[in-house]
């Protein structure tokens, strides 16, 4: 059985060599899917050996198809192979390197068997994560499964299953190794990705401005809010045999560019309950309201009665 690791990548640079760095200690190979990356991503990939580089030229984003396409490059490999589908900001704990783990984990497992791990979010540093009541703690995650080598991803665009569907059923819960999530250490990297999403699904909601602006606030405002955090000391076992993470800031993210072009695309006076001005945008004056600019200060308190709404009254709503 292999280890084969499925990766999409756009323009991640900032983390990639630390991240096939330490995904080389544990993979036998590493799918990097890049999608028209225009930083060092392609130059990375190749001071690696065990990573095999395929462009994904699509110029749109889409969950469904990237995942297929990087599922059928693994298979390009013979076998009941144990894939991971990682993106370039998640890492297993570095005790999945230790003498029969791996092993473990997959003894008299059958092909179409699913794994969910600890998911665990290092906050503003690789020294810390986030341990508390909020969403971003004792979260697992189907990462991984064994390949039966005929079951597809689903088609769609975003937010899609990270395994194949049908693993899902028979998805074993693993509490000993953890998938790191490095997104939170560059906060001010992650703020940024999180307004390009909230743009990009902007325009594929067919509500009215505020009514699919208040849903995608109420959806990614979690990214940012830090109300009640607590943080525990990352275990050293978790990271003990990787080299130490250095964050590279040279760069301004992808997401900044790709937003502006969302921003002249829709019009700024469309967006002004869009949760995207925490950010001082070049040409793009601030126009919120008042109501506006306390509603985005205080969104936290809109989770909470968010919470209480009857999701079939949720459904109804993003019907409108």
């Known amino acids: 059985m292999k280890k084969i690791a499925i990766m999409p990548v756009?323009?991640?640079?900032?983390?990639?060599?630390?991240?096939?760095?330490?995904a080389s200690m544990f993979f036998d190979h590493i799918i990097v899917a890049d999608q028209n990356s225009d930083d060092k991503?392609?130059?990375?990939?190749?001071?690696?050996?065990?990573?095999v580089y395929i462009k994904n030229t699509s110029t749109k984003y889409n969950e469904g198809d990237r995942r297929q396409l990087l599922?059928?490059?693994?298979?390009?490999?013979?076998?009941?192979?144990?894939?991971?589908?990682?993106?370039?900001?998640?890492?297993?704990?570095?005790?999945?390197?230790?003498?029969?783990?791996?092993?473990?984990?997959?003894?008299?497992?059958?092909?179409g068997t699913g794994f969910?791990?600890?998911?665990?979010?290092?906050?503003?540093?690789q020294d810390k994560y986030r341990d508390d009541s909020s969403i971003w703690s004792n979260s697992y995650r189907p990462f991984a499964f064994i390949d039966d080598r005929k079951t597809n991803y689903k088609k769609g665009f975003a937010h899609l299953s990270i395994i194949p569907e049908d693993f899902m059923e028979n998805?074993?819960?693993?509490?000993?190794?953890?998938v790191l999530h490095y997104q939170f250490v560059e906060f001010d990297r992650m703020l940024a990705k999180q307004r390009w999403a909230r743009l990009l699904e902007f325009g594929h909601y067919t509500q009215s401005n505020f009514l699919k602006s208040i849903i995608l606030n109420n959806k990614y405002f979690i990214t940012k809010d830090e109300n009640n955090i607590k943080l525990t000391n990352t275990p050293q076992e978790w990271q003990c045999y990787y080299p130490l993470?250095?964050?590279?800031?040279q760069n301004d993210p992808w997401h900044i560019q790709?937003?502006?072009d969302f921003i002249t695309q829709y019009g700024p006076e469309n967006l002004k309950w869009l949760d995207v001005w925490d950010y001082r945008w070049p040409n793009f004056e601030?126009?919120?309201?008042?109501?506006?600019?306390?509603?985005?200060?205080?969104?936290?308190?809109?989770?909470?009665?968010?919470?209480?709404?009857?999701?079939?009254l949720k459904d109804l709503i993003k019907k409108i």
């Open 10 to 22: 756009k323009n991640e640079e900032w983390i990639l060599e630390h991240n096939l760095t330490c």
């Open 41 to 51: 991503t392609p130059e990375i990939c190749k001071k690696f050996p065990k990573v």
């Open 71 to 111: 599922l059928d490059a693994a298979r390009e490999f013979a076998g009941n192979n144990f894939i991971a589908n990682l993106a370039a900001d998640e890492i297993f704990s570095a005790n999945i390197l230790e003498k029969g783990e791996f092993e473990r984990l997959v003894k008299d497992k059958n092909p």
């Open 116 to 125: 969910s791990f600890h998911w665990v979010q290092l906050w503003r540093s």
């Open 171 to 178: 998805a074993i819960v693993e509490s000993r190794i953890k």
């Open 245 to 249: 993470f250095s964050l590279d800031t």
């Open 258 to 260: 790709a937003s502006i």
């Open 286 to 312: 601030d126009k919120r309201n008042f109501i506006q600019k306390i509603y985005h200060r205080n969104q936290h308190l809109i989770l909470i009665l968010n919470k209480l709404i009857p999701k079939k």
